[in-house]
Antibody, heavy 118, light 112 residues
């Protein structure tokens, strides 16, 4: 059974930093492009960042470009999201998701909540 | 960024009756490989999204056949032939052709 487990969320002040982790099991992690998708409270879904297999390519939403960084460690089956210069509007549940089929998100984690508040 | 406009945003339905949700993209969603990467997800309260449909019309394993989807270019539709109580929640469409991948606003399906 595939499992994606996010961690690292919590309360952070505006302007602060946080690193999210997503540990994967039950799949051949190195074969999957990985994504972070967020959902603000009571709102819809927003793609945040993605990283290709081998970490060759990274992609960012305009709203987080130059503030967030996605990376992966295939030896640990883990993808990371380093978030900096956090703003109130970054407050959301952050999901990691695995792209097995091209152009789609096959598996999702349970999400980790990031709260930005002073 | 591509804008995906979903409608309706709220859909009260009677159990056993059909339901339909539409999404319209601001750009054509055919990728350079000829495929169209358009998906549908279902999210129940307090849960993560779960994919129902990929590549416009392909149902995921375990998805009941009362769910069907169609579309091309910029217009896509998800249909539920006979709504059941377990179908409540929010349905999202998503294009995976152009980065950043973008989602529709979501359609909240509830039972009348």
């Amino acid at each position: 059974e595939v499992e994606l487990v996010e961690s690292g969320g919590g309360l952070v002040q505006p302007g602060g930093s946080l690193r999210l982790s997503c540990a994967a099991s039950g799949l051949t992690f190195r074969n999957y492009h990985m994504h972070w998708v967020r959902q603000a409270p009571g709102k819809g879904l927003e793609s945040v960042a993605a990283i290709s297999t081998y970490g060759t390519n990274t992609y960012y939403a305009n709203s987080v470009k130059d503030r967030f960084s996605i990376s992966r460690d295939d030896s640990r089956n883990t993808v990371y999201l380093q978030m900096g210069s956090l703003r109130n509007e970054d407050m959301a549940v952050y999901y990691c998701a695995a792209e097995g089929l091209a152009g789609s998100l096959d598996y999702w984690g349970q999400g980790t909540l990031v709260t930005v508040s002073s | 960024d591509i804008v995906v406009t979903q409608s309706p945003l709220s859909l009260p339905v009677t159990v056993g009756q059909p339901a339909s949700i539409s999404c319209r993209s601001s750009q054509r969603l055919i990728f350079s490989d000829g495929k169209t990467y358009f998906n549908w997800f279902h999210q129940r309260p307090g849960q993560s999204p779960r994919r129902l449909i990929y590549e416009v019309s392909n149902r995921d394993s375990g998805v009941p056949d009362r769910f069907s989807a169609s579309g091309s270019d910029t217009d896509f539709t998800l249909k539920i032939s006979r709504v059941e109580a377990e179908d409540v929640g929010v349905y999202y469409c998503m294009q995976g052709t152009h980065w950043p991948w973008t989602f529709g606003q979501g359609t909240k399906v509830e039972i009348k």
